[in-house]
């Protein structure tokens, strides 16, 4: 085989390897450099050897050229986060429980939304709420609330669930032992801060 033939070869598979070393180590350019540098000198070998005397071999070197090097790039990319310093460098994307670890939580708290429980600590705005005998952290969604105050869940923020003032509908029945419809206890009927006229 012609020298110029075995240099055009061992300098393709050389800025081939240095090409995939550049997926695995950042010099800055410097490999690519290097890589790009070892193909063209490449390409001037194979035309010495076969690019008049064997045209048909040269035209089958540079496609093979032009094919290898996207190649080795994308075999780079694709081995570089199967290994352990690919693993250190490429950082993977969390998965949904790591970035949302209280997600069940939160679709728990959400089932109390409407449902009434008791403060167990003044609400400024934070404190403890007692709901079906569980301790919440709560947040006043408004002004605070005393402790020993009933409270209705509106919404749940987080891991913490909002409340206000409010006080439990008061379920009644018939002398049948029927339920009726819901009213409302006294200290949540309307009271008006006047009186009708009497006659």
């Known amino acids: 085989m012609d020298s110029n033939a075995v240099f055009a070869v061992l300098l393709l598979i050389v800025g081939l390897g240095i090409l995939c070393a ?5 010099s800055g350019g410097l490999l690519g450099v290097i890589t790009f540098l070892c193909l063209v000198v490449s390409l001037i070998f194979a035309y010495r050897a076969w690019g008049t005397s064997h045209p048909g071999v040269f035209a089958v070197f540079c496609v093979m050229l032009l ?51 008791t403060t167990l600590s003044m609400l ?13 952290h709560a947040v006043s969604d408004g ?20 409340v ?5 509908p008061v379920q009644n029945t018939d002398a049948a032992g029927n339920h009726r419809e819901f009213e409302q206890s006294p200290e949540n009927s309307t009271k008006l801060d006047f009186e009708f006229p009497t006659a």
Do not use: C, H, W
Request: charged residues 25%; hydrophobic residues 40%; positive net charge.
């Open 164 to 168: 206000r003032p409010g006080t439990p």
């Open 124 to 136: 400024n705005p934070g404190g403890l709420v007692s709901v079906r005998g569980e301790r919440l």
């Open 22 to 26: 550049e997926v695995f180590v950042p």
């Open 143 to 162: 002004l605070g609330i005393d402790s020993g105050e009933s409270v209705e869940i509106v919404e749940v923020n987080g891991t913490r669930i909002v």
């Open 67 to 117: 094919l290898l090097v996207p190649t080795v790039i994308g075999f780079g990319f694709y081995l570089l986060p199967r290994t352990s310093m690919g693993k250190k460098v490429l950082l993977e994307a969390p998965e949904s429980k790591d970035v949302t670890p209280f997600e069940k939580d939160a679709l728990r708290l959400k089932k109390l939304v409407g449902q009434f429980g």
